[in-house]
């Protein structure tokens, strides 16, 4: 079912073409608004993704939809006045925990206000039973979103193992191409990121990038 799921979606598409020369100039699904714990406004975001000529953009704020929300009018009324706009794909960041460790997944191109994402879009994380990964898992499926582990090789748990234990529990996929060193312009860790590309590649997972924009700019952290 899950590999069904994964390859039926509509933003599958959409990461099965990602390369490490996607981000930040094409595609970002990992960046924060003042909704969570980044600098931007929605409206200056939605402003900056359009000067930067995105083509496809998730906002995935910290157990959030604010910020989102609030990008999507801004890039509606810059449509209606007939600039170009990048399509963007409703997004959320979640903790929970993996093989004991805590981590966060994101939750990428889920239906509007399902009642499954309630508990995690609250503005805090969750405790609990919530916590758990399956029934994180269990939520955003149930909201037809896709799930995939959010930069892996950030935890206190090697990232092979963290992978490993994601892919048997069905996860979508995982976040691929990442600024680790977190340098002022992003660009991918060399050695890493290939390293978990070839594992996800391997497993036959959706591979993702994003530039998990803090900041005031979205070419960098």
Not at 66 to 95: F, K, M, Y
Request: net charge negative.
């Amino acid at each position: 079912m899950a590999r069904s799921r994964r390859h039926d979606h509509p933003l599958a598409a959409v990461l099965a073409s990602v390369t490490p020369a996607c981000c930040p100039t094409r595609l970002n699904f990992h960046c924060h608004t003042t909704h969570s714990d980044g600098s931007l406004k929605p409206e200056q975001l939605a402003e900056k993704a359009i000067a930067i000529g995105l083509e496809h953009l998730a906002v995935t704020d910290h157990h959030s939809l604010a910020g989102s929300n609030q990008v999507a009018a801004a890039l509606e009324t810059a449509w209606r006045q007939g600039r170009a706009v990048p399509t963007l794909w409703r997004g959320v960041e979640i903790s929970c925990l993996l093989e004991g460790c805590l981590v966060h997944v994101l939750a990428l191109g889920f239906a509007a206000d399902h009642s499954s994402l309630d508990p995690y879009l609250q503005g805090n994380s969750v405790v609990g039973d919530d916590l758990r990964v399956q029934a994180v898992l269990d939520a955003i499926w149930a909201a037809d979103g896709l799930a995939l582990l959010a930069h892996p090789a950030r935890y206190r748990l090697p990232f092979a193992t963290l992978i490993a234990a994601a892919a048997e529990l069905g996860f979508d996929g995982a976040e691929t191409w990442y600024d680790y060193e977190m340098g002022p312009r992003w660009q991918p860790t060399p050695l890493v990121c290939d390293a978990i590309a070839r594992d996800l590649c391997s497993r036959g997972l959706l591979q993702s990038c994003g530039t998990d924009t803090h900041g005031l700019e979205l070419h960098g952290r």
